[in-house]
């Protein structure tokens, strides 16, 4: 079989509270919704702006720090791969179909003091491992922060 690669990279903002329960098995799981935008301008020449929302799931430690960190608003860098699942629907009896985004690494770009708080850090889950980032690179992070002025673009 040849080789296929199903990776998902997004940088964009959180759009509502994420949800958070436990599975039967008792390992926690998150899901919330994550806004990127692109810029383009139309036929006329005027600049616009297209929304995507994206769903995501974190299982494990990863939906535990969600939990703890992750609010509205909050800017944050995913990795993941792209899964459907589909279910009977009980009222209409007709299939439905959900394209979700498994969270494997996650960063928290929104400083303490901004919007959607949390702390900027990096976390990552693969497989059973999971490389959490401590209170060092956390500090790290905030005395290195970037803001609008530093993008070229």
């Known amino acids: 079989m040849a080789k296929s690669v ?5 940088l964009g903002n959180v759009g509502k509270e994420p949800e958070f329960k436990a599975l039967p098995s008792g390992q926690p799981v998150a899901n919330f919704s994550l806004a990127t935008s692109e810029r383009y301008k139309d036929q ?4 616009q702006e297209r929304t995507e929302w994206h ?16 609010k509205k608003g909050s800017k944050l860098y995913v990795e993941g791969r ?14 439905v179909y959900r394209t979700e985004i498994i969270i494997s ?7 303490r003091g901004e919007e ?14 999971y490389d959490q980032r401590g209170p060092a690179s956390d500090e790290y992070a905030q005395s290195t922060q970037i803001t ?3 993008i070229p673009f």
Do not use: F, M, P
């Open 44 to 47: 006329q020449g005027n600049q």
């Open 116 to 129: 959607g708080g949390g702390a900027a850090g990096g976390y990552s889950g693969s497989r059973s491992n």
């Open 6 to 10: 199903n990776k998902v990279i997004l």
């Open 55 to 70: 769903n995501l799931v974190a299982y494990a430690k990863l939906a535990e720090i969600v939990r703890d960190y992750v």
């Open 82 to 95: 792209l899964t459907t699942r589909s279910w009977d629907d009980r009222e209409t009896n007709k299939k």
């Open 148 to 150: 609008d002025d530093d």
């Open 105 to 111: 690494d996650l960063s928290l770009l929104s400083g």
